[in-house]
């Protein structure tokens, strides 16, 4: 069965600190994958997608991901974090059939310290 | 407005109420989602519209859950005879079509307590 795993509950950066978030999928075919991210009381906000093609994706806010297939990971990756990128990040997977759905992981809370 | 509107915001009920779930999708997307969020988990899956036509309900835990679209617009969820484990964030998403290179929007939920 597909499934996202995304191995940190909760990680801690200090402003400017560079961050990786990592994620997990098991998936038989060609995945497409997503990152998202929540603030509190917000509804999730796209922040990039792979679909096929290069492997580093670039995605809103500075965020970039990179793809690699003989590990299963999609890991995402901002080269400075701010203060205000403190949030929840789930990444996805879209699920077989090309029906939209999405299956997503059990999400990294992100703090920033000043 | 411009995004995904979901009414209300906070529903409390007491258990064995029935409660309804409004989502208002973009307009003009013909893709519309349901997802449950837990307490400190990811969203699942609930149920997918395409206009009018729920071509996947897998995701729906119970017969309590019911959804529909009518008018290939505006969708409900109704959950029947609400059980404290029903609580949680329900949020809906739209899309301009089923196609993985169309994003969801996503809605800022509706956080449902059941007492």
């Known amino acids: 069965a597909q499934s996202v795993t995304q191995p940190d509950i909760h990680i801690t950066v200090s402003e400017g600190a560079s961050l990786e978030l990592r994620c997990n999928y098991s998936?038989?075919?060609?995945?497409?994958l997503f990152w998202y991210v929540q603030s509190p009381g917000q509804g999730l906000q796209l922040l990039l997608k792979?679909?096929?093609?290069?492997?580093l994706v670039q995605g809103i806010k500075g965020f970039e991901a990179e793809f690699k297939r003989s590990q299963s990971s999609f890991n995402l990756r901002k080269p400075s974090v701010h203060w205000s990128d403190a949030a929840e990040y789930f990444c996805?997977?879209?699920?077989?059939?090309?029906?939209?759905?999405?299956?997503f992981g059990q999400g990294t809370t992100l703090q920033v310290k000043p | 407005g411009a995004g995904v509107s979901q009414s209300p915001r906070y529903k409390v009920a007491k258990r064995g109420q029935d409660v309804a779930l409004r989502c208002d999708p973009i307009?003009?997307?013909?893709?519309l989602f349901w997802y449950q969020q837990a307490l400190g988990q990811g969203p699942e899956f609930l149920t997918y519209?395409?206009?009018?036509?729920?071509?996947?309900k897998s995701g729906l835990p119970s017969d309590r859950f019911f959804a529909e679209r009518p008018e290939g617009s505006v969708s409900t969820l109704k959950i029947q005879r609400t059980q404290q484990e029903d609580s949680a964030v329900y949020l809906c998403?739209?899309?301009?079509?089923?196609?993985?290179?169309?994003?969801?929007?996503f809605g800022d939920g509706t956080r449902l307590s059941i007492l």
């Open positions: 519209f395409q206009n009018e036509a729920q071509l996947d």
């Open positions: 792979y679909f096929s093609g290069d492997t």
């Open positions: 998936y038989g075919a060609t995945p497409y």
């Open positions: 307009s003009g997307h013909v893709s």
């Open positions: 998403a739209s899309s301009s079509d089923r196609e993985w290179n169309q994003p969801q929007h």
């Open positions: 996805a997977v879209g699920a077989q059939g090309n029906t939209g759905k999405l299956i």
